[in-house]
């Protein structure tokens, strides 16, 4: 059954720290969302991104984070300058269409120490 | 706003049925989900109810839907140890566009 991967896994980095985290999203997938989780805490939606664009974000998706398709496969989640509170699981999603199920990935547990 | 509760615990002994329920505030949900998280694991997709629907069932999962109230509940029958994990509910709403609003998570341990 196809799935959504994302690498690493965990990663820990040092505060101030740029971080990368990867995904690949479902092949025919054409939308593509991360949500992340910190520890204890809900689940919260980041971005979507669609045709090479955002289609969405929330207010915690401020200018510290960017998103990109950089190939037709991988889809990432840059943290540019990582703070304390940025720990947290990272899930990456993608769906069909926009009001498709989505499906998620095993997420990136992120540790900024 | 857009909001999902869920109580944070629920324990229950191997073969009996748990249940878990949910409330939210958007009237406009089309689709709600139940997804589980075991330790260290991602989410994974379990089932979902269209919101005119009032049940649906899937071997041992069974949704039942109250829209008047926005009272989501899932119900496991025959409960096994290898249910015990976080049972997070989920609406899709329509703002800009669909994203997920989940709520805080349910705590199912299961005791032999």
């Known amino acids: 059954e196809p799935e959504v991967t994302q690498t690493p896994s965990h990663q820990v980095t040092q505060m101030g720290q740029e971080v990368i985290l990867r995904c690949v999203p479902i092949s025919n997938h054409l939308y593509f969302y991360w949500y992340r989780q910190i520890l204890g805490q809900k689940v919260e939606f980041l971005v979507s991104f669609y045709n090479n664009e955002i289609s969405e974000k929330s207010e915690i998706f401020d200018d510290q984070f960017s998103v990109e398709r950089p190939d037709g496969s991988n889809f990432t989640l840059k943290i540019r300058s990582t703070k304390l509170e940025d720990s947290a699981m990272y899930f990456c999603?993608?769906?069909?269409?926009?009001?498709?199920?989505?499906?998620f990935g095993e997420g990136s547990w992120l540790t900024v120490v | 706003g857009e909001d999902v509760e869920q109580s944070l615990f629920l324990s229950v002994r191997e073969g009996d049925s748990s249940v878990i329920n949910c409330t939210y505030t958007?009237?406009?949900?089309?689709?709600l989900y139940w997804y589980k998280q075991e330790p260290g694991a991602g989410l994974q997709l379990l089932t979902y109810i269209f919101s005119n629907m009032d049940m649906k069932q899937d071997q041992r999962l069974t949704v039942l839907l109250n829209k008047k109230d926005k009272h989501l509940s899932l119900r496991i029958a025959d409960t096994q140890t290898g249910d015990s994990a976080i049972y997070f509910c989920?609406?899709?709403?329509?703002?800009?566009?669909?994203?997920?609003?989940f709520g805080t998570g349910t705590r199912l341990k299961v005791l032999a």
């Open positions: 989920a609406e899709k709403v329509t703002s800009g566009t669909y994203k997920y609003i």
């Open positions: 999603a993608s769906s069909v269409g926009t009001g498709e199920t989505i499906y």
């Open positions: 958007d009237s406009s949900s089309t689709y």
